[in-house]
């Protein structure tokens, strides 16, 4: 894995900030994405000047990290809450490659007149119970061929039943339409969640 | 490929701007507040009683908070119509109590003022809260009351998703908690949640509380769907609700 803006430093993973050139530490503890590069995901489907979209980005402390890494690209960042988009509508105006869409992410033809063009790696955050479904149908509109996709599940969202069995039943849904990378447990840094990497048939 | 920047952010600030400016979040935002300020009130008040306690010792037996906070302002006994003057006057005449000098009594005015300021607030967020129910929602005023209309508008986020709603699950709204613990044991189910707390629910016994309670979330459902088409209903409703309670009280004197 070779990422031009992202730094391993004794343990802990830093980005160069976009505007400052500064280096600036990416905490485990809030983001799921670095949660899973410290747990040993061997790859992050991000080159420099990758199309990104994220859903869930509410209030954007992960996006701006996937900025930093993407910055000859562009990121687009969807939510459905219209408090946390104020904040994250500030943060695009910094940062020049970032981009705002206030809409439902179940609904994807809701911002297609926005996105005429297929993106290389959607990003899914969105805790809800039909995850799996959200992250296929924004893949069937905007994903290109052979373009990646991340997935980060919350399993309470889904049922409070047994964890392994929630996991099991949902990777089989998602091996429907992606070939799965790689999947790893978040356990130290967040409880019940599986962060998974795959790529469009 | 081509982005229009200028586009996402126009489109993202129009819809900020409409969907912050509706009625439904103004209510949840209004009664979120509303809610908590009596117990802000009643931690100031304690404290002010730590201090005029030594002048007026269980004064705040016969007086409310309004009026304990305006008679500390204008020391007068005029205005309050209360029928235990004489116990007053006895605790105002000073036997037991010591006096304030210049500086405290400009204490415990400032102190007072303050709070009577927040009771003004929380009246007129009480008005404007009934005030845009009201308005807007006629039917759901009518039969729920403001009280109670607000707090499951805050549960269940907007009156879209409210009359989406079935009934018994209006019913049920505010006690999720106990609900699915009652389910996990198999035990018996609650029977009401924020619909406890409704003025015509008072003087009923509890078998027919539930009753109520189920008839009540019912006319909710009708008079909510039918705000939302323009229609006015909450007359008939109504009347139908207070003949089902004296029925019902009927039963009880027997």
């Known amino acids: 894995m070779i990422l031009k803006n992202l730094i391993l430093d004794s343990g802990n993973y830093y980005t160069t900030d976009l505007n400052t050139k500064k280096k600036r530490f990416w905490d485990p503890n809030r983001s799921k994405i670095c949660a899973g590069l410290k747990k040993g995901i061997n790859m992050l489907p991000i080159t420099t000047d990758s199309k990104v979209l994220y859903l869930g980005s509410a209030e954007g402390y992960t996006i701006s990290y996937i900025s930093d890494l993407a910055d000859n690209g562009v990121v687009i960042g969807v939510d459905i809450s219209p408090i946390s988009t104020q904040k994250f509508y500030l943060l695009c105006k910094e940062r020049n490659n970032l981009l705002p869409i206030l809409a ?64 099991n039943k949902e990777v089989e849904k998602f091996g429907k339409d992606f070939n799965i990378v790689e999947k790893k447990r978040l356990d130290p840094f967040e409880k019940k969640h599986i962060l998974i990497i795959g790529k469009k048939k | 490929m081509t982005i229009n920047r200028e586009l996402f952010f126009k489109e993202a600030q129009e819809k900020i ?68 003057k004489k116990e007053i006057e006895k605790i105002i005449s000073g036997e037991i109590s010591i006096t304030f000098d210049q500086n405290e009594q400009k204490l415990v005015d400032n102190f007072s003022k303050n709070i009577l300021d927040l009771i003004v607030l929380k009246n007129d967020l009480d008005q404007e809260i009934s005030n845009l129910l009201k308005e807007n929602y006629p039917n759901f005023y009518l039969i729920a009351t403001p009280k109670i209309a607000s707090k499951m508008l805050q549960i269940s986020g907007s009156i879209k998703r409210l009359a989406k709603m079935p009934a018994s699950t209006i019913q049920l709204l505010g006690s999720e908690k106990s609900f699915f ?4 044991l ?20 509890k078998k027919n509380k539930a009753k109520m309670a189920r008839m009540i979330a019912n006319k909710i459902s009708i008079a909510v769907k039918s705000d939302l088409n323009k229609n006015n209903v909450s007359a008939d409703l109504y009347e139908k609700i207070i003949r089902k309670k004296e029925e019902l009280l009927n039963l009880q004197k027997k």
Request: glycine share 2%; with cysteine; aromatic share 8%.
């Open chain 1, 104 to 167: 439902s992410a179940n609904e994807p033809d809701s911002y297609k007149h926005l996105i005429d063009f297929k993106v290389d790696l959607i990003i899914q955050d969105v805790a809800q119970k039909n995850q799996v479904e959200i992250l296929k149908k924004n893949a069937d509109v905007y994903l290109k061929e052979g373009g990646f996709v991340i997935l980060s599940l919350k399993t309470t969202a889904i049922s409070q039943g047994k964890t392994e069995n929630i996991i």
């Open chain 2, 17 to 84: 701007k409409e969907e912050l400016n509706t009625t439904d979040q103004k209510i949840i935002l209004y009664s979120l507040i509303s809610e908590k300020l009596p117990k802000n009130i009643n931690e100031l008040f304690e404290q002010i009683r730590i201090i005029t306690d030594l002048k007026y010792p269980t004064l705040d037996q016969y007086l409310t908070i309004e009026e304990y906070c305006n008679f500390l302002l204008d020391n007068s006994l005029e205005k309050l119509n209360t029928d235990k």
């Open chain 2, 181 to 184: 613990k009652a389910l996990k």
């Open chain 2, 186 to 205: 198999s035990k018996n189910t609650p029977k009401y949640g924020v619909l406890y707390n409704h003025e015509i629910l008072f003087d009923l016994n």
